[in-house]
């Protein structure tokens, strides 16, 4: 709990900004969420509050004439994280599990690792899913994002 006061302490000094003890506490429970957790909080605010967490998307007037014909992608708004293949360093790859999911135990991390392709994550954030793809990378595994 101390590191968690330590970081937030950091964080206020390097961004210079003041929050109350309140908001301290409130910060340091967060930090120990995992990330479903996590997208699972911003859900519920998102409901609560009727907001959204997604950065609003500017428009930009000059190109509407040469694009107007061409469909809109629309980005999707929640992934999945497939885990295609372990690769050779299954230990790392149960590790970076278990660290985005600290719900599964060591034998149910495994056995997951050992059953690729396996879905981990559905309905992710795009950053909460980009992160988690990052993490089981570096760890050797190849991974899709669905």
């Given at each position: 709990?101390?590191?968690?006061?330590?970081?937030?302490?950091?964080?206020?000094?390097?961004?210079?900004?003041?929050?109350?003890?309140?908001?301290?506490?409130?910060?340091?429970?967060?930090?120990?969420?995992?990330?479903?957790?996590?997208?699972?909080?911003?859900?519920?605010?998102?409901?609560?509050?009727?907001?959204?967490?997604?950065a609003p998307v500017a428009v930009a007037a000059g190109g509407a004439a040469s694009t107007a014909d061409a469909p809109v992608?629309?980005?999707?708004?929640?992934?999945?994280?497939?885990?295609?293949?372990?690769?050779?360093?299954?230990?790392?790859?149960?590790?970076?599990?278990?660290?985005?999911?600290?719900?599964?135990?060591?034998?149910?991390?495994?056995?997951?690792?050992?059953?690729?392709?396996?879905?981990?994550?559905?309905?992710?954030?795009?950053?909460?899913?980009?992160?988690?793809?990052?993490?089981?990378?570096?760890?050797?595994?190849?991974?899709?994002?669905?």
């Open positions: 709990m101390e590191d968690a006061q330590t970081q937030v302490a950091e964080a206020e000094t390097k961004s210079n900004v003041k929050v109350s003890a309140k908001l301290e506490k409130l910060i340091s429970e967060i930090e120990t969420l995992s990330v479903i957790e996590l997208s699972e909080l911003v859900k519920a605010l998102e409901e609560k509050f009727g907001v959204t967490a997604a992608a629309e980005e999707k708004d929640s992934y999945e994280v497939v885990l295609a293949e372990a690769g050779a360093n299954k230990i790392a790859v149960i590790k970076a599990v278990r660290e985005i999911n600290q719900e599964l135990g060591l034998a149910e991390a495994k056995a997951l690792v050992d059953a690729a392709p396996k879905t981990l994550i559905e309905n992710a954030k795009k950053e909460a899913a980009e992160e988690a793809k990052k993490k089981l990378e570096e760890a050797g595994a190849k991974v899709e994002l669905k």
